[in-house]
């Protein structure tokens, strides 16, 4: 049950791609983890877009005019290795840039980070209850 928030200036994209963006953030997180064919694990990947004005964004406390976007990825403890966060991190990357039809560079690649969060077994709870990594597995397997 991963949960992606994605912080983009408004307007930046088309309603048609940032349902674009979902799903690709989606699948591709959803690939790493190895449950890409399982539709239950896909129902419970929920993406969050927070729109922010891009004059609300500041670089050494002075604003920038280039878009800057933000992936918070909230997954169970130890359900991604380095390696996995390594591959997520240069896809989204390449996914925003896809989009914005802009060169894959140092310069545009560094306007885009990912932040890893994970919660310990025990700590993620949702429809009034406490959801364990090993009963959620079993579950999505039936």
Same mark, same amino acid.
């Given at each position: 049950? @991963?949960?992606? $928030?994605?912080?983009?200036?408004? &307007?930046q994209f &088309?309603?048609? !791609? !940032?349902?674009e963006?979902?799903?690709?953030?989606? +699948?591709?997180?959803?690939?790493l !983890?190895?449950?890409?064919? #399982?539709?239950?694990?896909?129902?419970?990947?929920w993406?969050?877009?927070? %729109? =922010?004005?891009?004059?609300d964004?500041f670089? /050494? /406390? &002075? @604003?920038?005019?280039? =878009? %800057?976007?933000?992936?918070?990825?909230?997954?169970?403890?130890d359900?991604?290795? +380095? %390696? %996995?966060? $390594?591959?997520?991190?240069? *896809?989204?990357?390449?996914?925003?840039?896809?989009? !914005? &039809?802009?060169?894959? #560079?140092?310069?545009?690649?560094?306007?885009?980070?990912?932040?890893?969060? $994970?919660? $310990?077994?025990? #700590?993620?709870? /949702?429809?009034?209850?406490?959801? *364990?990594?090993?009963?959620l597995l079993?579950?999505?397997?039936?």
């Amino acid at each position: 049950m @991963p949960l992606i $928030e994605i912080t983009l200036p408004n &307007s930046q994209f &088309s309603n048609e !791609e !940032e349902q674009e963006l979902a799903n690709k953030a989606t +699948d591709i997180l959803l690939e790493l !983890e190895g449950m890409q064919d #399982n539709p239950g694990a896909r129902k419970l990947t929920w993406v969050y877009l927070k %729109h =922010a004005n891009q004059n609300d964004f500041f670089m /050494g /406390g &002075s @604003p920038t005019t280039k =878009a %800057h976007y933000r992936f918070d990825v909230t997954v169970f403890a130890d359900t991604l290795q +380095d %390696h %996995h966060k $390594e591959t997520l991190t240069h *896809r989204f990357t390449t996914l925003i840039l896809d989009l !914005e &039809s802009t060169a894959f #560079n140092t310069l545009n690649a560094a306007r885009i980070w990912v932040m890893f969060h $994970e919660v $310990e077994d025990g #700590n993620w709870g /949702g429809a009034g209850q406490i959801y *364990r990594r090993n009963d959620l597995l079993k579950m999505l397997q039936s």
